[in-house]
Protein backbone atom coordinates (compact mmCIF):
# COMPACT_ATOMS: atom_id res chain seq x y z
CA UNK A 1 0.00 0.00 0.00
CA UNK A 2 1.34 3.50 -0.83
CA UNK A 3 0.08 6.74 0.38
CA UNK A 4 0.00 9.85 -1.43
CA UNK A 5 2.11 11.99 0.06
CA UNK A 6 0.00 15.10 -0.77
CA UNK A 7 -2.83 13.16 1.16
CA UNK A 8 -0.82 12.01 4.18
CA UNK A 9 -0.19 16.06 4.66
CA UNK A 10 -3.56 17.28 4.19
CA UNK A 11 -4.52 14.54 6.78
CA UNK A 12 -2.42 15.82 8.97
CA UNK A 13 -3.55 19.47 8.27
CA UNK A 14 -7.15 18.15 8.32
CA UNK A 15 -6.26 16.72 12.03
CA UNK A 16 -4.39 19.45 13.04
CA UNK A 17 -7.44 22.00 11.76
CA UNK A 18 -9.49 19.85 13.67
CA UNK A 19 -7.91 19.58 16.48
CA UNK A 20 -7.23 23.84 17.05
CA UNK A 21 -11.26 23.81 16.07
CA UNK A 22 -12.02 21.27 18.90
CA UNK A 23 -9.63 22.85 21.39
CA UNK A 24 -11.30 26.20 20.49
CA UNK A 25 -15.02 25.30 20.44
CA UNK A 26 -13.72 23.87 24.31
CA UNK A 27 -12.18 26.56 25.73
CA UNK A 28 -14.65 29.62 24.00
CA UNK A 29 -18.03 27.65 22.61
CA UNK A 30 -18.48 25.65 25.83
CA UNK A 31 -18.43 28.48 28.39
CA UNK A 32 -20.25 30.69 26.16
CA UNK A 33 -22.83 27.96 26.06
CA UNK A 34 -23.20 27.91 29.94
CA UNK A 35 -22.80 31.67 30.50
CA UNK A 36 -26.01 31.89 27.91
CA UNK A 37 -28.02 29.60 29.11
CA UNK A 38 -27.27 30.94 33.04
CA UNK A 39 -28.24 34.55 31.76
CA UNK A 40 -31.97 32.86 30.30
CA UNK A 41 -32.18 31.05 33.23
CA UNK A 42 -31.95 34.37 35.40
CA UNK A 43 -34.36 35.96 33.28
CA UNK A 44 -36.63 32.95 33.43
CA UNK A 45 -36.35 33.33 37.16
CA UNK A 46 -36.59 36.77 37.79
CA UNK A 47 -39.80 37.02 35.41
CA UNK A 48 -41.20 34.22 37.71
CA UNK A 49 -40.26 35.54 41.03
CA UNK A 50 -42.35 39.10 39.99
CA UNK A 51 -45.30 37.32 38.16
CA UNK A 52 -45.34 35.42 42.11
CA UNK A 53 -44.74 38.84 43.80
CA UNK A 54 -48.12 40.49 41.84
CA UNK A 55 -49.63 37.44 42.55
CA UNK A 56 -49.26 37.61 46.56
CA UNK A 57 -50.07 41.59 45.94
CA UNK A 58 -53.36 41.01 44.04
CA UNK A 59 -54.18 37.96 46.89
CA UNK A 60 -53.85 40.27 49.95
CA UNK A 61 -56.23 42.73 47.85
CA UNK A 62 -58.95 39.70 47.41
CA UNK A 63 -58.04 39.03 51.22
CA UNK A 64 -59.02 42.73 51.67
CA UNK A 65 -62.41 42.65 49.78
CA UNK A 66 -63.54 39.53 51.14
CA UNK A 67 -62.84 40.97 54.66
CA UNK A 68 -64.85 43.85 53.78
CA UNK A 69 -67.42 42.07 52.34
CA UNK A 70 -67.84 39.94 54.81
CA UNK A 71 -68.21 42.94 57.46
CA UNK A 72 -70.89 44.54 54.77
CA UNK A 73 -72.70 41.40 54.91
CA UNK A 74 -72.47 40.95 58.79
CA UNK A 75 -74.14 44.47 58.95
CA UNK A 76 -76.89 43.05 56.82
CA UNK A 77 -78.13 40.64 58.28
CA UNK A 78 -77.95 42.09 62.00
CA UNK A 79 -79.86 45.08 60.51
CA UNK A 80 -82.11 43.03 59.13
CA UNK A 81 -82.46 40.49 62.89
CA UNK A 82 -83.09 43.70 64.48
CA UNK A 83 -86.32 44.26 61.85
CA UNK A 84 -87.64 41.10 62.24
CA UNK A 85 -86.87 40.83 65.75
CA UNK A 86 -89.03 44.30 66.18
CA UNK A 87 -91.95 43.29 63.60
CA UNK A 88 -92.58 39.72 66.16
CA UNK A 89 -92.31 42.21 68.90
CA UNK A 90 -94.82 44.87 67.23
CA UNK A 91 -97.15 41.57 65.99
CA UNK A 92 -97.28 39.86 70.14
CA UNK A 93 -98.17 43.60 71.35
CA UNK A 94 -100.51 43.88 69.19
CA UNK A 95 -102.00 40.25 69.62
CA UNK A 96 -101.91 40.48 73.52
CA UNK A 97 -105.40 41.40 75.33
CA UNK A 98 -105.70 44.89 76.41
CA UNK A 99 -105.16 45.53 80.53
CA UNK A 100 -108.72 46.68 81.76
Known amino acids: MSVDPEHAVDSDLEHAVDSTLSRAVSAFGVPLLITVIGALGGI ?13 HELQNLKGDLREMKST ?6 WRLDEIERRI ?12
Open 44 to 56: VLTDMRSALENQG
Open 73 to 78: LNNGLV
Open 89 to 100: NQIEQQQRPAKP
